[in-house]
């Protein structure tokens, strides 16, 4: 069913929940990458159903600028998606459907919950990237760190980012974050990833000092295709012996 909260902007955010049934149910939700929506090009809506499937709430949202959700985009931060993010937190906690919570990220929504330290039981990140400016700058068809950087995403659509994304950026040191988030992570990396280097999982990996494990696809693209069904088997394992 669709869902909606607001930023502390004031912004309308909409997502999707799926509930199993009547009751409360351990939750997840997926935090997707930059300038994609709630879907993940599927991987979400596929990954969001065999969740449901197997006793869990599978809830993702279009972060503010993205698919419904309002903002603009170009405006976006690191610290506005992290804002989103625990905005969406708030309205989960408050909701009769929801349990214990565990998040999973991919792409820039790795680095989204971890700028965001969440208070969760459970995290799940795939595609890891941990120094953001490093790994999207060159992405861009067009990158002025002191103008309109602009970018294509996977459906084609021209994204443009102001000179406030690039600069916050430096208002986080990500790998500090992630040895101060104590809750259990996995972490899933495509090792022929083309355009997060496994580096970058690596670096999490190693400053993690709660309890972690990582899983590295030997075929899979930063899409994870074409071992998404592999992806799948381990989030919901994960999420079965620490959010259940």
């Known amino acids: 069913m669709k869902v909606s909260t607001v930023n502390k902007q004031g912004e309308n955010l909409v997502g999707f929940m ?12 997926l935090v997707h990458g930059f300038g994609v929506t709630k879907e993940e090009g599927g991987m979400f809506t596929d990954l969001a159903e065999l969740l449901c499937k197997e006793g869990f709430c599978a809830v993702s949202f279009d972060l503010s600028g993205r698919g419904e959700s309002e903002g603009d985009y170009s ?4 610290t506005k998606l992290s804002i989103d993010v625990q905005s969406i937190l708030d309205f989960l906690r408050k909701h009769k459907s929801v ?13 989204t919950l971890v700028a965001t330290k969440p208070d969760v039981r459970s995290m799940v990140l795939m595609g890891s990237i941990a120094h953001v400016k490093d790994v999207l700058a060159p992405l861009f068809i067009e990158y002025h760190p002191d103008g ?3 970018r294509k995403n996977s459906s084609g659509d021209e994204i443009r980012i102001n000179p406030p994304f690039w600069k916050d950026i430096e208002n986080h040191d990500l790998i500090k974050n992630m040895a101060e988030i104590t809750c259990p992570v996995l972490f899933i990396h495509g090792e022929k990833d083309e355009k997060v280097p496994l580096s970058e999982m690596k ?10 494990e990582n899983l590295i696809l030997s075929n899979a693209l930063h899409s994870l295709r074409p071992m998404r069904a592999e992806m799948q088997k381990a989030v919901l394992k994960w999420f079965k012996e620490t959010l259940q």
């Open 18 to 29: 799926e509930i199993p049934g009547e009751g409360k149910y351990p939750t997840v939700l």
């Open 75 to 78: 405006e976006t931060t690191l």
């Open 99 to 111: 349990g214990e919570i565990g998040v999973l990220g991919q792409s820039l929504g790795t680095a």
């Open 148 to 150: 309109i950087s602009i």
């Open 203 to 212: 670096a999490y990996y190693e400053a993690c000092q709660s309890k972690k």
